[in-house]
C-alpha cells in the first residue's frame, strides 16, 4: 500500500510539473518571439517559411535610439517612480486612518474615493485637462505626476486598508500603555508590519502607472513623452517598423520584471498577508 501511494504521488508530481512547464513555454514563448525580432534582419522577419538561422543586425536600435525612444523611457521611469512614492507618503497613513479612526461618514468618503478609480479614465482625463490648462499645469511633468498620483492613490487606500485592518489591535494598544504617542506607534510598529504590504502594493502602482496611456496622452502631450505614447511613432506610412517595436517591448518590460524580481519576496508575503488566520 505504501509503495502504490509514493508510485501515486510519484505520478501526480509528474503530472502536475508537465503541466507547469507546457504553461510556462506557452507563455514564455511570445516573449522569446519578440526578443529573437529584435536583432532580426527585415528580410528574416518576414520570410515564409519561418527563418530560424540569420545573422543578427542591431539597426533596429540604432533606429530607438535616433528616435529619442531612450529619453522617454527615462521620463516613464522617473514618472513612475515619483509618483508611486507619493502615493506610498500620503496613501499609507490614509490607510490606517480609514481602518483604525472613527469619522463622520467614513464610509461615505470611503466609497467616494474609491469610485475615482472605479469611473472610466476618459471620464476622469477631460476634467484634469480643463483644469490643467486653467492652471497652467497642462503638458507638464509636475502635471501628469499629479495626475498619475490621483488615480493610484484611491487604489493604493483602497487594498491597504484591509492590510492595516488584519494588523492585530492589542498590540497598538499595548504600546500605547507603555507611553507610546499616536505618531511612535505608526512609524515604529505599524509600518514595520505593513511592509510586505506596502511593497506590494505599492508595485502594483508602479505597474498601473508604466502601462498607462491616455492620461500621458491628452495632459503630457509632446512635451512629456512616456513610452506608451512614443510607441505609436513606430507605426509609419511605409508600415509597421516591427523590429523596432519589439524592441521597445522588450525594454519596456524589463523594468518591471526587474522591480518584481528584487521585490518579489516581499510581494509574496504582502499579497499573502491575512490569508490565513489561525
Same mark, same amino acid.
Given at each position: 500500500?505504501?509503495?502504490?501511494?509514493?508510485?501515486d504521488?510519484?505520478?501526480?508530481?509528474?503530472?502536475?510539473t508537465?503541466?507547469?512547464?507546457?504553461?510556462?513555454?506557452?507563455?514564455?514563448?511570445?516573449?522569446?518571439?519578440?526578443?529573437?525580432?529584435?536583432?532580426?534582419?527585415?528580410?528574416?522577419m518576414?520570410?515564409?517559411p519561418?527563418?530560424?538561422?540569420?545573422?543578427?543586425?542591431?539597426d533596429?536600435f540604432?533606429?530607438?535610439?535616433?528616435?529619442?525612444?531612450?529619453?522617454?523611457?527615462?521620463?516613464?521611469?522617473?514618472?513612475?517612480s515619483?509618483?508611486?512614492?507619493?502615493?506610498?507618503?500620503i496613501?499609507?497613513?490614509?490607510?490606517?486612518?480609514?481602518?483604525?479612526?472613527?469619522m463622520?461618514a467614513?464610509?461615505? $468618503?470611503?466609497?467616494?474615493?474609491? /469610485? !475615482?478609480?472605479?469611473?472610466?479614465?476618459?471620464?476622469?482625463?477631460?476634467? #484634469?485637462? %480643463?483644469i +490643467?490648462?486653467?492652471?497652467?499645469?497642462?503638458?507638464t511633468?509636475?502635471g501628469?505626476?499629479?495626475?498619475?498620483?490621483?488615480?493610484n492613490?484611491s487604489?493604493?487606500?483602497w487594498?491597504?486598508?484591509?492590510?492595516?485592518?488584519?494588523?492585530?489591535?492589542?498590540?497598538?494598544?499595548?504600546?500605547?500603555?507603555?507611553?507610546?504617542?499616536?505618531?511612535?506607534?505608526?512609524?515604529?510598529l505599524?509600518?514595520?508590519l $505593513?511592509r510586505?504590504?506596502?511593497? /506590494? !502594493?505599492?508595485?502594483?502602482?508602479?505597474?498601473?502607472?508604466?502601462?498607462e #496611456?491616455? %492620461?500621458? +496622452?491628452m495632459?503630457?502631450?509632446?512635451?512629456?513623452?512616456?513610452?506608451?505614447?512614443?510607441i505609436?511613432?513606430?507605426?509609419?506610412?511605409?508600415?509597421?517598423?516591427?523590429?523596432?517595436?519589439?524592441?521597445?517591448?522588450?525594454?519596456?518590460?524589463?523594468?518591471?520584471?526587474?522591480?518584481?524580481?528584487?521585490?518579489?519576496?516581499?510581494?509574496?508575503?504582502?499579497?499573502?498577508?491575512?490569508?490565513?488566520?489561525?
Amino acid at each position: 500500500m505504501a509503495l502504490a501511494a509514493v508510485r501515486d504521488e510519484r505520478s501526480s508530481g509528474f503530472l502536475w510539473t508537465s503541466i507547469a512547464v507546457v504553461y510556462a513555454v506557452v507563455t514564455l514563448f511570445p516573449i522569446f518571439w519578440m526578443a529573437t525580432m529584435m536583432v532580426k534582419p527585415n528580410e528574416a522577419m518576414f520570410a515564409r517559411p519561418t527563418v530560424w538561422l540569420f545573422t543578427p543586425t542591431l539597426d533596429h536600435f540604432d533606429y530607438v535610439i535616433a528616435k529619442g525612444f531612450a529619453w522617454s523611457l527615462l521620463t516613464s521611469f522617473v514618472l513612475c517612480s515619483i509618483s508611486t512614492a507619493l502615493v506610498v507618503l500620503i496613501g499609507t497613513p490614509a490607510a490606517y486612518a480609514f481602518a483604525r479612526f472613527e469619522m463622520r461618514a467614513k464610509d461615505d $468618503l470611503f466609497l467616494f474615493i474609491l /469610485a !475615482t478609480r472605479m469611473a472610466p479614465p476618459v471620464c476622469m482625463v477631460i476634467p #484634469f485637462y %480643463f483644469i +490643467f490648462a486653467k492652471i497652467g499645469l497642462l503638458d507638464t511633468f509636475t502635471g501628469l505626476t499629479l495626475a498619475y498620483m490621483t488615480f493610484n492613490l484611491s487604489f493604493y487606500v483602497w487594498v491597504l486598508r484591509s492590510f492595516c485592518r488584519d494588523l492585530p489591535v492589542e498590540l497598538e494598544e499595548a504600546a500605547t500603555l507603555e507611553g507610546w504617542s499616536r505618531p511612535q506607534v505608526f512609524l515604529r510598529l505599524v509600518l514595520p508590519l $505593513l511592509r510586505n504590504g506596502v511593497v /506590494a !502594493t505599492a508595485v502594483l502602482c508602479f505597474i498601473f502607472a508604466w502601462n498607462e #496611456f491616455l %492620461f500621458a +496622452f491628452m495632459l503630457g502631450g509632446k512635451a512629456v513623452q512616456t513610452l506608451p505614447v512614443s510607441i505609436p511613432k513606430l507605426i509609419t506610412g511605409q508600415g509597421v517598423r516591427w523590429g523596432e517595436m519589439a524592441v521597445v517591448g522588450v525594454v519596456a518590460l524589463a523594468p518591471v520584471l526587474t522591480v518584481v524580481f528584487l521585490l518579489q519576496r516581499h510581494i509574496i508575503r504582502g499579497l499573502t498577508l491575512g490569508a490565513v488566520k489561525g
